[in-house]
């Protein structure tokens, strides 16, 4: 019997030939499986560096503001009491009120997390808040307050009057002012004050993603103040 050419079979292959009919359909999908696998391994640990990376600058964020506050405020107190005439009372902000140091708890909600502080320093001359009534003399007679809503501290110029100005970030969540005498126990009699007590706490706005939760800071310092 005579075969005829095409009863042969396929051509067999001359050694050292190479098949370039292409991957095979099981072939590329392994390999977009490995390459899948191996691209969701790298987002995961990018997303964890990225996570890691605004942790730490949120926190480092959130030290920074904390320390503005709590500096600004003990620059301000330091200048409490500072009365080289001896005032006993000024027209300003109103008419006839009494040179105080300081005055605990100016909005009488029995919640020290504010101070009204008054110094001769803008500039030191006899006059607490200006000439003749004119109450222009900025810093002589200023309220420290914290704003739980706004999560700010507040400067309010009493001379100049108007709204309270936030001096720091939407960040402080709690803010205590506590007072003691000159053997450091705690009093509420303004003229006894010696020494102030500030706690400064701050929290980042949104959750660490690493965590889960927000980022906190509290910070404490003590002021000597002249009230006599």
Do not use: K
Not at 115 to 134: E, F, K, M, S
Request: glycine content about 8%; charged content about 20%; aromatic content about 4%.
């Amino acid at each position: 019997m005579v075969n005829h050419p095409d009863d042969r079979g396929p051509p067999r292959q001359a050694p050292g030939f190479r098949d370039t009919r292409g991957f095979t359909i099981a072939e590329l999908l392994v390999a977009m499986l490995i390459t899948v696998t191996m691209m969701g391994a790298a987002l995961t640990v990018a997303d964890q560096v990225s996570r890691g990376f605004n942790a730490q600058l949120d926190g480092a964020l959130l030290q920074a503001e904390a320390r503005f506050a709590m500096e600004w405020i003990e620059t301000t107190l330091r200048t409490a009491g500072s009365n080289p005439y001896d005032i006993a009372t000024t027209n300003c902000p109103g008419a006839g009120t009494a040179f105080e140091a300081l005055r605990l708890d100016p909005n009488g909600n029995a919640v020290m997390d504010d101070v009204r502080l008054q110094a001769d320093i803008n500039p030191p001359n006899g006059l607490l808040g200006g000439v003749g009534g004119v109450c222009d003399e900025t810093g002589e007679d200023v309220t420290i307050a914290h704003d739980p809503t706004a999560r700010t501290i507040t400067l309010l110029d009493n001379n100049l009057g108007g709204t309270p100005t936030p001096m720091t970030d939407s960040v402080i969540t709690d803010l205590q002012f506590t007072y003691l005498d000159a053997n450091r126990a705690p009093t509420t009699v303004a003229a006894a004050v010696a020494f102030v007590q500030v706690l400064v706490t701050a929290e980042t706005p949104n959750a660490n993603r690493a965590r889960g939760a927000a980022d906190s800071v509290t910070l404490t310092t003590e002021v000597r103040v002249r009230t006599r």
